[in-house]
């Protein structure tokens, strides 16, 4: 069984047939998923898809784009939300130095909000950053400091560097399907290394669709894609690469094993 760990359901590509979407992936192996959800308004819906599927699992949060409108949001509003049964995950958040869509004082001040409920709930955070190394660090590290929590960076496209200094403070990383992209050297090279109790894999679909898809909406089947590559990549049998990035998914969000 494989573990989709970062999909978003709702969003325009999948939503129209998502039971369509859903019944691809289970015939593709993938056994769970969890749907990310990255701003307030989508917190019902996510929760509604999990609540109907019994294998669909739901995150709250809010992205580093949207942070600007949700500048007000209060850990009371975020914590309350980590309280449904099928929620498991804080996130995605995070800091986007890429497209600035919202003031980068924002986007740090509600990325320390949401490690303080991923500390006080015990569920892991799910981190989104580009561009943004040394922040991203830098917060990590400080937070880290004032009290451990679970996380993980998601679709990792970072550097070397980076991904130590996040091997080191305890988290974990998500690979998605631009590892099988051609101009993809760097990130492969670290796909190869990461140790196989901290490796996850995910498709952020309906983004970032893996080959042989390349150009088509992606979706959450195509996980597969991307194990069967980091399997190749890793010289690992595709059953075992499978094996421990299930076990990793369960053992991190760990309500979702409860």
Not at 11 to 40: H, K, M, P, W
Not at 55 to 72: L, R, Y
Request: aromatic content about 8%; charged content about 25%; proline content about 4%.
């Amino acid at each position: 069984m494989l573990v989709d760990s970062h999909c978003h359901l709702e969003y325009e590509g999948l939503v129209e047939d998502q039971q369509g979407v859903l019944e691809r992936a289970r015939a593709a192996g993938v056994g769970q998923f969890l749907n990310i959800s990255t701003r307030r308004s989508e917190w019902k819906q996510v929760v509604a898809t999990a609540e109907r599927e019994a294998d669909v699992w739901a995150s709250v949060g809010i992205h580093p784009h949207e942070a600007d409108q949700h500048a007000d949001l209060g850990a009371e509003v975020l914590r309350t939300a980590c309280e449904h049964p099928r929620v498991i995950g804080i996130g995605e958040t995070g800091l986007d130095y890429y497209y600035d869509k919202s003031d980068r004082g924002v986007q740090r001040d509600l990325f320390r909000m949401h490690i303080g409920v991923a500390r006080e709930t015990g569920l892991p955070l799910i981190v989104h950053t580009r561009d943004a190394e040394d922040d991203t660090l830098t917060i990590l590290a400080d937070e880290m400091e004032k009290g451990a929590f679970p996380a993980l960076i998601h679709c990792f496209t970072a550097s070397a560097q980076f991904a130590g200094r996040v091997l080191e403070l305890g988290l974990s990383i998500s690979i998605s399907g631009i590892v099988t992209f051609k101009n993809a050297a760097e990130l492969q090279g670290v796909a190869k290394e990461i140790p196989a109790g901290r490796l996850l894999v995910e498709t952020d679909s309906p983004f970032l669709a893996p080959v042989p898809h390349r150009g088509r909406p992606c979706e959450p089947a195509f996980v597969a894609d991307t194990a069967r590559f980091l399997s190749d990549l890793r010289g690992e049998p595709i059953a075992h690469l499978s094996d421990y990035t299930t076990a990793n998914f369960f053992r991190l969000f760990s309500k979702a094993g409860s």
